[in-house]
């Protein structure tokens, strides 16, 4: 499951054009983390970024389809200085 996810993170910035500086899906807790740029809110990457790891894990059946995925919202910390907002 790690590696889809980490697949569809990279798949979704490069669809949308926006800038993935690192990223971690941690093999074992069920923890991700993204550090990037998309000129956009950090909630609305979030979710763009969660809602395309969900679909792929749905049809490569690593859960099932009433399965839920994501255990709450996340942080979405702008970090210092950054040019993105809420």
């Given at each position: 499951?790690r590696?889809?996810?980490?697949?569809a993170?990279?798949d979704?910035c490069?669809?949308?054009?926006?800038e993935?500086l690192a990223?971690a899906?941690?093999?074992?807790?069920p923890h991700v983390?993204?550090?990037?740029y998309a000129?956009?809110g950090?909630?609305?990457?979030?979710?763009?970024?969660k809602?395309?790891?969900?679909?792929?894990?749905r049809e490569?059946?690593?859960?099932g389809?009433?399965?839920p995925v994501?255990?709450?919202?996340?942080?979405?910390?702008?970090g210092?200085?950054?040019?993105?907002?809420?």
């Open positions: 499951m590696g889809v996810v980490a697949a993170f990279v979704e490069r669809y949308r054009a926006w993935l990223y899906v941690r093999p074992t807790t983390w993204l550090v990037g000129g956009v950090p909630g609305l990457m979030a979710g763009r970024m809602a395309r790891a969900t679909c792929w894990l490569r059946g690593c859960i389809a009433d399965q994501w255990v709450d919202r996340g942080g979405s910390d702008a210092c200085g950054s040019p993105m907002t809420s």
